[in-house]
């Protein structure tokens, strides 16, 4: 939950906002065509897809995101890994090999 300094609530909606303005300035800054535009929302995509692809457990995830059941982080995000069946295969082989 966001909150200003005082501790009220604050408005997700208006943090976006403020955030779009900061990435708005920073693009003109720089660039437009050296700085994509992202949304805060973005962000929290990139920090779920990063902690899945470096294996974080899905479980885990999903409670830092606050997802209700692992099974949405797993709907929303198995494009992370396409190639997950073939690696599971490889590994299971190769505990019936050893």
Known sequence: MLSNFDGTHRHPERFS?????HIARAR????????????LHDLRHTHATLLLADGVPV??????????SA???????QHV???MGREAADRFAALLEG
């Open 17 to 21: 906002r403020h955030f779009a303005g």
């Open 28 to 39: 003109r800054a720089l660039g437009e065509e050296r700085l994509p535009v992202i949304r």
């Open 59 to 68: 479980k885990v995830v999903s409670e830092r995101l606050g997802h209700a």
């Open 71 to 77: 099974t949405i982080t797993l709907t929303v995000y």
């Open 81 to 83: 890994h396409p190639g």
